[in-house]
DNA sequence: GATAAAGTTGAAAGCGGTTTCGCAGATAAA
DNA sequence: TTTATCTGCGAAACCGCTTTCAACTTTATC
C-alpha cells in the first residue's frame, strides 16, 4: 500500500495541464512544442496554465520521446585553467543561442579520465561532445584513444580543438602559426634578435607549430638560429617556467626577449628574470599567450596573445550543431590577435 | 515508407542484449542495477555482451523510469573567477564518489540569469541544486529571488554557500569570522597596528562577517578603530583594489598592513602600493583570501586564506544529497586556515 | 517425499513527453 | 448541394529503461 507523504509535491506533468486546460496531452505538446495546428484560443489556455504553474517539460522525458538530448558535452583538461574557463564560458554562451545546453567534464589531463568521461558523457546520450585539451593536443596521436574515440563516434560525434588522427572528428583550431608570427613580427620590429622560447613541450601539436613558425620567422629576417635559446621540455605552469629559464641563465644565455608558451609560464620567467636582477621589460621583454586575467594582474602586465574566446566558442559549437546535423567543413582555424601591455619594449 | 540509410548506426538498447543474451530485457535491467536475483551464468552472459557492444544504459530513460536524473547542478557566479573553478571541481570529484554527475551554470552574477538557469536546472529534473555565489551572497536576501527560489524548491532542493532568508536552503558556508580572525591575530603578532581593509561590498555576507570580525579583533588587543582603513565600497576585482588603496593613500592613510577582500583584489593594492614607492612586505603587508593561484604566481606570492576545496566542495555534495534524501543538518561552517607567503613580514 | 520458503524470471505497466494516424468539422471548389 | 481539401485535435504507439506481479524453479525443513 502507498502512503503519502504531505509534501510529496509530485511534478506537474503535460497531463496535468492538459486536465485542467480540458484538452488532450497531445494538444498541450504541440503547443510546447510550437506545433502551429492548435485553434489560439486553445493555445492561449494551455499556457496560462503552464505559466500559472511554471510548468517546464521534463527534459528527460523530451529527449527519450526525440532520442535527442540538447545538451552537448564539454571535455577540458581542466577548468581551473583561466583558457579553459573563458572558452567554457564561451561555448555556454554560444550554445544557450543555439538552444542547446552544456555539460562539463574535466579530465584533469590523464587519459583513463578522458576515456571515461567519454563514456559518461555517451550515457547521457549528449548529441556532440567537445573535446578541448588533453590527448586532442598531441603532436602524435594516441592509438588507444584514437580507437575510443572512434568507438563514441559511431553514436556520437566529436570536435576538438587540436586533432586526433584516423578519426573523423570536426576540427576547430587555433591557427598557432599566426600567432607565434604575431609575435615574432613585433618582437623583431622592436630590435631583439636573441629571442628565447620557454615553456612547454614539442611533443604538444600547436607548441610544435609555434616553434616551427620560429624558425620561419627568424629565417625571414635572417637572424641566426640558436637551439639553446629554445627551451620546450617542460610544462605549461609557472614552475616550468621558472625553472627552464633559471636553466637557461644558467647557460650563460642572454635573450634580450622571451616567448612564454603560455600567460603561466611567462610569470614563472619574469620571476626568474626578476631574480637575476633584469629589468623588464627594459632589459628584456617577456610576451606569453592566451590572454589570461594573469596577463593584467601582474606587474608588469604581459603581452599576449588573444584568441577571441567568445568567437572561439562559438566556432566550437557550430561545429558540433554541424556534426550533429552531418554537415559543415572538417577542420576551422580561429585567427589569434596581439595584445601589447607592459612587459615588452624596443631593444635598448 | 521507411528509407534506412546505410550508417544510421542506432544506439544498442537493453532489448538488443536481452535478444543476444536470450533473456528478457528484465534481466539485463537488472544485471544492469545491481540487483542480485539474478542467476551467476545469466548475470555473466549479459555483462559479457554488454561488454562486447560496449552499451551504456540511456541515462534519460533510465531517469525518466526513476524519476530522477542522478545529475546535481550547480549555479555559480562565473568558472573564470578560480574560486568557483576551484570549487566546481571539487563538487565534480566529490559527486562522482557519490554516483552523481554535476552540470555547470554560469550566471555571471545577473539576476535573471540566475532565475533562468534555477528554471533550466529544473527543466532537466536535476536531483539537487547548489548555488555558489551570487544572490545567495547578499547580506539582506532579495525578496524576488527567494520567492524564485521558494517556488523552485517546491521540486527540488537548493544548497548555498551564503544564505537565503524565507527558504529552507541547507547551507555550507565558510567561517569568514574565522578568517578574518586567523589574519588579524596573525597581522597583529608581527607588531601590526594600522590595518586596513580593501575592496569587496558590505552588503556581501561574508564580507560584512569579515568586517565585525575586523573590529572584534582590533577590540581584543585594544587597538583603536579607524574608518578610514576601512573600504569595502567597491568590488572583488583587480582594479577596484587598485582605485579603493590609491584613494586610501590619497586620503593620507598610512596603513602598515592591508587585507584586501580576496587574491585579484590583492594584486590591485599590490600594484598600488608598488606605485606608490612602498615596498612589500617591508614597507607594507599586503594579504588576501581565497588562496587562487593569483596568490602563488604574484611576486611577492600572496599570504591568503585557504578553504580546503576539496573538503568544502565534499560538504556541499553531501549537503546536497542529504536535501535530496531530505535529513542532515541545515547549517554546516567549514573552517579556513592561513597560508603564510612573502607578502606580508613584520612590521618594521 | 511432501511442503514451505526462497530464488529466478518474463510479461506488462509505468515514467512524461512527441508524433503518427485518422476522424470530424470547416472551408473551398465544382 | 455535393465533393474535395484543409485544419484541429484526440487516441495510441513509441522512446528505453525500472519495477511490480505472478508464475515457475530450487532449495531448505521436517
Keep these: 500500500m502507498q502512503v503519502l507523504k504531505a509534501n510529496e509535491s509530485k ?20 503547443v510546447l512544442t510550437g506545433n502551429t495546428n492548435v485553434r489560439k484560443e486553445k493555445r492561449k489556455k494551455v499556457l496560462e496554465i503552464i505559466e500559472k504553474y511554471n510548468f517546464k517539460p521534463n527534459a528527460m522525458a523530451r529527449g527519450l520521446s526525440e532520442t535527442k538530448s540538447k545538451i552537448i558535452g564539454i571535455l577540458v583538461a581542466d577548468v581551473r585553467n583561466p583558457f579553459y574557463a573563458e572558452l567554457f564560458l564561451a561555448c555556454e554562451q554560444a550554445a544557450k543561442l543555439a538552444g542547446y545546453t552544456v555539460m562539463l567534464c574535466n579530465s584533469l589531463n590523464v587519459m583513463e579520465q578522458e576515456e571515461y568521461l567519454l563514456d559518461q558523457m555517451v550515457q547521457q546520450r549528449v ?21 575510443k574515440v572512434n568507438q563514441v563516434m559511431n553514436t556520437t560525434p566529436v570536435v576538438v580543438t587540436g586533432k586526433l588522427e584516423g ?5 576547430v583550431r587555433i591557427d598557432s602559426m599566426k600567432a607565434m608570427e604575431l609575435l615574432m613580427e613585433y618582437l623583431i620590429s ?6 628565447a622560447m620557454v615553456g612547454g613541450s614539442v611533443r604538444v ?11 620561419r620567422s627568424l629565417q625571414k629576417y635572417h637572424i641566426p638560429y640558436d637551439p639553446d635559446l629554445i627551451s620546450a621540455e617542460g610544462s605549461y605552469n609557472v614552475e616550468s617556467g621558472y625553472r627552464l629559464m633559471n636553466e637557461m641563465l644558467a647557460k650563460g644565455k642572454r635573450p634580450t626577449a622571451v616567448v612564454a608558451i603560455n600567460d603561466f609560464a611567462a610569470t614563472g620567467v619574469m620571476h626568474s628574470l626578476l631574480e637575476h636582477g633584469f629589468r623588464i621589460p627594459e632589459d628584456v621583454s617577456v610576451v606569453g599567450y592566451d590572454n589570461t ?8 602586465s604581459i ?4 584568441y577571441n574566446y567568445q568567437y572561439f566558442g562559438k566556432c566550437l559549437i557550430e561545429a558540433a550543431i554541424d556534426a550533429i546535423e552531418d554537415r559543415g567543413e572538417l577542420l576551422k582555424l580561429v585567427t589569434p590577435s596581439l595584445v601589447i601591455r607592459k612587459s615588452s619594449g624596443a631593444k635598448k
Excluded at 622592436?190 to 629571442?195: K, N, P
Excluded at 601539436?205 to 624558425?215: G, I, W
Excluded at 586575467?293 to 608588469?300: A, E, K
Design 11 to 30: 511534478p506537474i506533468t503535460i497531463y496535468d495541464i492538459a486536465k485542467e486546460a480540458e484538452v488532450s496531452p497531445a494538444t498541450v505538446s504541440r
Design 127 to 147: 548529441d556532440a561532445i567537445i573535446q578541448i585539451g588533453g590527448r586532442v593536443d598531441d603532436l602524435v596521436s594516441n592509438m588507444e584513444y584514437v580507437e
Design 190 to 195: 622592436l630590435g631583439h634578435q636573441e629571442i
Design 167 to 171: 578519426t573523423k572528428c570536426k576540427m
Design 303 to 306: 603581452t599576449t596573445i588573444d
Design 293 to 300: 586575467y594573469i596577463s593584467q594582474v601582474m606587474n608588469p
Design 205 to 215: 601539436l600547436s607548441t610544435y607549430e609555434k616553434l616551427v613558425q620560429y624558425r
